[in-house]
Every structure is written in C-alpha cells, then in structure tokens.
C-alpha cells in the first residue's frame, strides 16, 4: 500500500523534472566538430617489444620503441580525454634515422618498428569502434637518400636534388611522380579504410597535381578529409590553394598570435581575434582550417610560459579554453595534457611518459565534452564582445544555441558589462564550466572572472520562480501526511 502512494506521489514529479540535459539538441558530426590528436608513433606508446628493432630510449634521434599496438592500447585514454580524431605522423618504411617517419623509403610498406599493415588496419577498426578517425600525415615532396630511386637510372628526372637536411627533394612537375603518388594515395584509404591525409608541405607541388590527387582520393571515400599544409604565414598565398579541393589548412597564421596571447598574462587578444575575422572574409565558407600551438616542427608551447617564468598549468587551462571555443579545428600536439616542455626537435618529440597531471587533464575532459555539447561553439558565428589586455569575452550563436565564452587573462580580478540587447526576449547566462548564473540588472548583465580563470556560459530563458514545481511538492507532501495519518488511523482500530 505504502508503495503504491509513494509511486503515486512521486510520479509528478519526476515527469515535471525530466528536462532534455541539451535542448539545442545534437548536430550531425563531421570535420569542423573533431578535436584531434597529434601524435609520433615512435614516441607515444611502446605496445610491442617484438618490433623494437635497434631501439635506443637514451638516444633522442633513433627509434624508441612505439607502435601501432602502442596506440592501440592507448585508445580509450585518448577517448576519455575527449578527443575524436587521432593524426599520425607519415607511417611509411624509414631508414634507420627515420623515426618520425619523414625519411622515406618505400610508400606502399609501414614502418617495421612500428608494426605490420595487418596491425595498423587493426588500429583503424579499433579506432572506429570507438567512434574516432584516423588521419596520416602523406608526404609527396621528398624521400630519404637511402630510397631505391636515388640510384635508378631510369628515374634520374623524378628527382631534384638534396634539401637542407639532406633529404632528396622530388620534382613534383613530372607526371610519373604525381601519378605514382595519386596510385600511393588511393592505395590506403583502400586497404586501411583511413578518414583523412594531412598534406605536407603542400605549396612545394603545383595545385594542378593536388587537383588530380585529392580528386583522386576522394573517389574512393566521398567522406574523406584532405587538410593542405600550405607553410606561409601570409592567408592570401594559402586561399590560392583552395582551388585544389582541399578542406582545409593548417592555420599557420594564427599561430603566431595564438601563443602570444597564452603564455603570458595580460596579453591582448586583438591580433588573434582579427585574424579570425579575416578568415572569415576570405576562405569559402566550406573551408575547414585546422588551428594549434605547437608540432613536431616548433618548440612546445609550454617553453614559452616557461620562458615567461608563469605556471603551465593554469596556462595551459586558459589556451585550452580558447581553442576548444573558436571556430576551427583544434589540433593538440601529443603530451600537452601533461604539458610536456621541449625546445626544438628532438627535444619536443620525448616518449610519451603518461603521468597523470589529473587536474589539466579533467579540464580537458571537461571543455571537450561542452564543445561537443553546443554546436555553437563548433559551427556559430563569432563576434567579439570585449577586449583588453588579456580580458576577453566573445559570443557563438548558430540555430538559437549561443554561448559567451569569457577568459580573464590577466593578474587582477576583471568584470566586463554585456549589453541585454545581444540577445532576445529576457535571458540569463548560465556557467558551465564552474557554474552559477547571471542576471541582467539595469539592462546589463555582469561577468566577472578571477584572473587567470575562464567561463563558458549558456544563454537560456530566465527560470524566475517555478511555482509549477512548488505546487507539485506540495501536493506531493500533502498526499503523503494523509497517507500516514491514514495508516496510523487504521492500527488504531486494528
């Protein structure tokens, strides 16, 4: 009997309380919405000790051991972090100084210290089980002076003539190369069933060849991802690329800024902030470029906090906000969850060691999971709200779902007032990151921010007082008095 009035009672309540946790609803995945992983097989995760071939960990230029089981073991990790794509640097036969897989010898072969085609076709099934895709780094220009067609005759006009590290650089106006290379291309998406190529070096080949290669490419996965890596800094010598059929491109222009405006404290972010509303203006808006602080290429970006005497940590904790919120792609070199310091190569390619640095890495946990929450943080319109020396407050609007993000980089607690006109009817900003909730008073709404913090607000309708729900309790209270007034009335007689 007590049960059924239990039931009975709490039945309202529970229908009234059952709120959808996103009401914006979830948008269909595709590239602009991965977050993806940057890693070196050699240097992640050592999964096989049969494949440790003249392995040298006190070496810093020879292989150490990492492979494709490696990774495989590592997945979850990977997916716990919240990340949804993972892109590999060129896996293809080394020489024996070819650990990070840019000295190549044969294209149609992986990397024997990393383990067999069998393996990495494993890696792709296991990766999309998880739901997360696997992008190669795909190299066309250059191969090791060890490769068989430095000394083959035959092939004397494919190649060009040593680089400044001494590799042999290919001439990429000779259509038996750009045909060997469209043949290579297609060959593992086929046999691999891979999602994507990062292309690097892409402004070292004619855009003829990359119209014939990504259209290639394409043919065989419709869905596959080709992001150019154009090296300017200059955005429009990187457009001009566009015409090849590219997705997207490395954001080498960003770079620069993006890691001013992080290493430091009260740092202005107009310089980034421009930028973005430049490439808005100047790319198709199919265009998907990719955004990062640091690569196998660069000096880590922890070295500049370190260089400017401030804690990674809490750096770390506001660049990531930044990046996880802007309109492109956010590409994480590997170890940046534990922030990882490292000058120049090879000092910024250690082994991956996985200590826990709980606290940066719950952060990233928890900013990715908001990211792939709101789709305005993926796909909306960017408009700056606020700047000032490091205090900066931006809105993400797309299909009614807008965000304000706000990021106090400086070394003094900040408020900013925004304007109750940027949004319609009467709304409040709801915290997701620490929470909280801010009302509008006398036409403005107040954000203040600790320095060195940030906060990712949701805009929603103002909740007020829900007399609904009080109503409910009470009733719900009311029918449970006189149930035990009931039971009680009848022991009596009983």
Known sequence: MFKKVFTFCLIPLLIFCAVPANAAGKEQRNWQSEIVYYLIVDRFNNGDDANDINTNTKNAL?????????????LDYLKDLGFTAILLNPIFDNDEKGYAGDRIINFYKPDEHYG?????????KEAHKRDMKIMLSFETNQVSPEHPWVTDQTRADWLKGKTDDGLISLNQKNPAVNQYFIKAGKWWVQKTNIDGYYLNNADKAPIEFWKDFNGAVRSVKKNFFLLGDVHSNDINTIKKFEQAGFDGFYDYPQNKPLRSAFSDIDQSTKPLLD????NESTYQGSTQNAIFFDNPYMTRFTRDMVNANKYPGTRWKLALTYLYTQPEIPIVYYGSEIAIDGGNAPENRPMMNFRADKDLMDYMTQISELRIKNPSLIKGSFTPLYDKN????????YKGDVNIVAINNTSATHGVSIDTSQFKDDKELRGL??????????????IVLERETSEIYKVVDKTGINYGFIAILVIVWILFFAFIYAAKKKAKKN
Do not use: P
């Not at 067999?116 to 076709?121: P, R």
């Not at 930028?275 to 430049?278: G, M, R």
């Not at 490091?390 to 609007?397: A, N, Q």
């Open 433 to 446: 990151l620490d929470g909280g909730i801010v009302r509008a008073d006398n036409g403005k709404y107040k």
């Open 275 to 278: 930028i973005v509303k430049t």
């Open 62 to 74: 020879s292989f150490q051991g990492g492979d494709f089981q490696g990774i495989i073991n590592r």
């Open 390 to 397: 490091g205090m900066t407050v931006y809105k993400r609007e």
């Open 116 to 124: 067999s085609l069998k393996k990495f076709q494993e890696l792709v």
